[in-house]
């Protein structure tokens, strides 16, 4: 079956802290690469997204991530964290010959310390 | 320009009980669906429509029913609901459901199920 992995359920870290999170997923054939975040109390926003070309994608508020198609990995990183990036984060993904299944990872919960 | 609408904000039911959780949007997206939030499990995807009178399942249809009459409105039914069905509904759209156009989400719909 196809799945999206998050391998980390929380994260605590500290202000200016660097921040990776890990997403896998196990389709095959080419896919779409999303990442969504939901501050507190707030609905799910778009962070970032790859469709195709280079694989280092940025996104907004400092983020990117990096696609290896070999790992079948989309990693979301932040060289140093602030207070306001607490929140969930979930990686998702989508066939790009499928229409309407986008997938979701189970999301990370991060937490930064002041 | 509202967006994504969905109401009601919470709604608690008895068990057997039926009702609707209204969707609409206002910016003409072709792609709506309905997610699940539960914790530990991210988003699954309920049911979601490429356009007015299609419609079709997703990961966890049973207990659901969906219908698009128009562009604007996608309405989830709850037949009978069950604790189960306890969780955060969000509604999302998006121009295509192709993949490569962003999901917009509500606001969400807390629903307590006793």
């Known amino acids: 079956a196809q799945s999206v992995s998050q391998h980390n359920h929380h994260v605590i870290l500290s202000e200016a802290a660097s921040l990776e999170l890990g997403c896998n997923y196990s389709y095959g054939g080419t896919v779409n690469l999303f990442w969504y975040v939901q501050y507190p109390g707030q609905h799910l926003q778009l962070l970032l997204k790859y469709f195709s070309g280079d694989p280092l994608v940025k996104g907004i508020k400092g983020f990117e991530a990096e696609f290896i198609k070999s790992k079948f990995s989309f990693n979301l990183r932040k060289p140093s964290v602030q207070w306001s990036d607490t929140a969930e984060y979930f990686c998702a993904v989508t066939r790009t010959d499928s229409w309407g299944k986008l997938q979701f990872g189970a999301g990370t919960q991060v937490v930064v310390t002041p | 320009n509202a967006g994504v609408t969905q109401t009601p904000k919470f709604q608690v039911l008895k068990t057997g009980q039926s009702m609707t959780l209204q969707c609409a949007q206002d910016?003409?997206?072709?792609?709506m669906s309905w997610y699940r939030q539960d914790p530990g499990m991210g988003l699954r995807l309920i049911h979601y429509s490429v356009g007015a009178g299609i419609t079709d399942q997703g990961e966890v249809p049973n207990g659901y029913n969906v219908s698009r009459s128009t562009t604007e409105d996608f309405p989830l039914r709850l037949l009978s609901a069950a604790p189960s069905q306890t969780s955060v509904y969000f509604c999302?759209?998006?121009?295509?459901?192709?993949?490569?156009?962003?999901?917009?989400f509500g606001n969400g719909t807390r629903l307590t199920v006793t």
């Open positions: 999302a759209s998006s121009v295509t459901g192709t993949g490569n156009s962003p999901l917009h």
């Open positions: 910016m003409n997206h072709e792609y």
